[in-house]
């Protein structure tokens, strides 16, 4: 009985070396190519703004923050990465895990009166709450100048995320505009 083999562009072939038929019998027939779907009106400049939006430069930061356990709540030195939609941090270059800016409510200075005594002497302390897990991660800075560049690179992730989602129609995530600011208080205006 005779074999159809296929050479490397699809067509059959009555020549074929043992390994070309080995890897021919292996291979999956081609689908034809899709031709590129074309959009109108309103549709294509919709479309083309979520370009505009997509090519905007967004704030990269690395730096060494100190990070408060989940567990044990001490303070611990982190190296931290805030790109590609993740916030990320890793311990003596070991990952020790990343938050999806997608996930988060909100991102603000934590007020200098809360938390335990060791807590309270951090003083450049920012938190990052997530929407659905409903964990808030606590963060301290050297300086506040360190502080500030990293609360507005986050509220910057952030609202581009919840013009994003809301251009998707993703309402849930759209609403997080609202709280992105830290909330009006008489501690916040110390902080002014």
């Known amino acids: 009985t005779a074999r159809l083999i296929f050479d490397s562009g699809g067509a059959p072939t009555e020549r074929a070396s043992r390994g070309e038929r080995a890897r021919a019998s292996r291979r999956r027939p081609s689908r034809p190519a899709r031709r590129p779907m ?12 979520i370009e505009r939006e997509a090519a905007r430069e967004l ?9 408060k356990g989940a567990v044990w ?8 990465v ?13 990952f020790k895990g990343r938050i999806a800016i997608a996930d988060v409510l ?19 302390r920012f938190e990052v709450a ?5 964990r808030i991660y606590y963060f301290a800075a050297a300086t506040d100048a360190e502080l500030e560049k990293w609360l507005n ?12 989602a809301s251009k998707r129609g993703n309402t849930s995530t759209s609403s ?9 208080s008489s501690e916040a205006a110390a902080y002014a």
Do not use: Q
């Open 82 to 94: 805030l790109a590609n939609g993740y916030l990320s941090y890793s311990e003596k270059g070991k």
């Open 59 to 67: 704030p990269e930061m690395r730096g060494t923050l100190v990070k």
């Open 130 to 134: 997530l929407r659905d897990k409903g």
């Open 176 to 184: 997080r505009r609202l709280t992105i600011d830290e909330p009006e």
């Open 153 to 164: 690179a986050l509220h910057e992730w952030i609202e581009a995320e919840a013009d994003h």
């Open 38 to 49: 074309t959009l109108r009106g309103d549709l294509l400049d919709i479309d083309a703004e």
């Open 73 to 80: 709540k001490s303070w611990l030195v982190r190296h931290v």
């Open 106 to 124: 909100f991102a603000r200075r934590t007020p200098a009166d809360e938390g335990t005594a060791a807590d309270r002497k951090r003083r450049h």
